[in-house]
């Protein structure tokens, strides 16, 4: 018997990622990467692959982190 998929619905990961929906919406029409959403009703959706969610924002903190600082040339 196969297990059931689990679905973040979209306040859960708005919350797990300290995300606002704005932001989750932007990175969905913006970042390519982003997982894919799942339309559970014509208000409601959310997003399988909990491992790829997190997968994402791992991602996202190691490019964040290799970024070069930028330094204010007038202090």
Known sequence: MTQPK???RLPALC???RMSR???YRLMETDSDF???ITL???IIGFTKR???VGWKNERIIIERK???TFNSSQ
């Open 6 to 8: 689990k679905i973040l």
């Open 15 to 17: 919350e797990k990622f």
């Open 22 to 24: 704005t932001t989750v």
């Open 35 to 37: 997982p894919k959403k």
């Open 41 to 43: 009703s014509t208000r």
């Open 51 to 53: 491992m790829l969610i």
């Open 67 to 69: 970024k070069p600082e």
